[in-house]
Structures are given as C-alpha cells and as structure tokens.
C-alpha cells in the first residue's frame, strides 16, 4: 500500500536538486541519487549506493549498500539491486580517443540496463549493458552480459542460467506449491 509519508533522506546522502525521491523512500547514509534521477515511492536506497542521472527506480525497490546504477538504468518496481551489484552503461569503454585526447560526454554513447519488476540482483553482480527479465535471479558475483528471462536463475561469468525461480525467489524444477508458478 502507498505511504504518504515523505521520504527519509540521511543527513550525509546527497540527493541532488531536480531528483525525485516518492513517498515512504529512504536513502540512507552517504547515498547519492543524481539530478534527474527519478526514485519511486517505497524504495530503500542503501548506504553508499550511487543513482546516476535519470536513471528510473520503480516503487518498492531495494537498492542495497553501494550499488552503482549508471545511466540510463531502469529498474521496474519491486526489484532487489543487491549490496554493491552494478549496472554499467559502456559496452567499450576508454578514457581517451585513439589520439590521447580526453573522451567527453559526447565521445560515447551509453547503453543502460533494464532490471525487470521483482528481478533480483545478487550481491557484487554486474550487468553489463544488458536486461535481466521480471522475477528473475541473478546469483551473488555474477558477470551478465546477455539477456536474461524471465524467471531465470543464472551464474558465473559470464552468467548462464542454471534454473528457474518462482515469485518466492525459490528454486522450482516444476509447480511452486506456495505462490503456484510454474516453468513455462
Ligand atoms: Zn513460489
């Protein structure tokens, strides 16, 4: 349910002026939400955690301790970003132009994540460039550099999918007797 309160924010974050922040939110110490960031309403963004420019951050989202989201990330509602996951945003990444010269804005093109509604990003993961799909899981320390299904639970680096979970976030080889999903 919506709570009309108006977020929490710690006296050591930073939330930038031209951020939104929703209702019931709470940024935590020394968190950084950037202008033009957009933080739904009933989101926890955890201490450290970085929320670059214009990224989307749907309601009811966990952003834990130290996660990077980079621009442009989206996370739909209900996500779980783990402890220190990133969301990165340059496929070829360089500091410099091949004469040396300083690589501006301009230089690069940003590709950002999108985390699907219920997906969970497991502690230290990376996306990298890439969409993990609703309700999906993605283990602790991960390297993602392909799509991810929906309902999928995937490892390693790079990342493969080894399994499915259901809402619960439980591994099901069939019918989830709990919240009754299914394998497709
Ligand atoms: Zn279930």
């Given amino acids: 349910m919506a709570d009309e309160a108006a977020p929490i924010v ?24 950037r202008s033009g960031a957009s933080v739904g309403s009933e989101v926890t963004v955890g201490e450290g955690a970085f929320v670059d420019a214009g990224v989307v951050v749907g309601d009811r989202s966990k952003i834990q301790n130290g996660a990077q989201l980079f621009a442009p990330a989206v996370v739909d509602t209900g996500a779980f970003v783990g402890p220190g996951a990133i969301l990165t945003n340059d496929r070829n ?17 940003a590709v950002g994540c999108r985390v699907g509604r219920g997906a969970s990003l497991g502690a230290a993961s990376t996306i990298v460039c890439t969409e993990v799909g609703e309700w999906a899981m993605v283990a602790a320390g991960s390297v993602v550099v392909e799509p991810v299904v929906p309902h999928a639970l995937v490892a390693g680096v790079p990342a493969r999918q080894i399994g499915w979970v259901c809402l619960c976030g439980t591994r099901q080889s069939e019918t989830c007797p709990v919240c009754g999903w299914s394998i497709p």
């Avoid at 710690?10 to 939400?33: L, Y």
């Avoid at 360089?94 to 804005?105: E, F, I, N």
């Fill in 10 to 33: 710690a006296d050591t974050a930073i939330v930038e002026p031209g951020a939104s922040v929703g209702a019931g939110s709470r940024v935590w110490h020394h968190a950084h939400v």
């Fill in 93 to 109: 990444p360089r500091a410099v132009a091949p004469d040396g010269s300083p690589l501006g804005s301009a230089g690069w093109t």
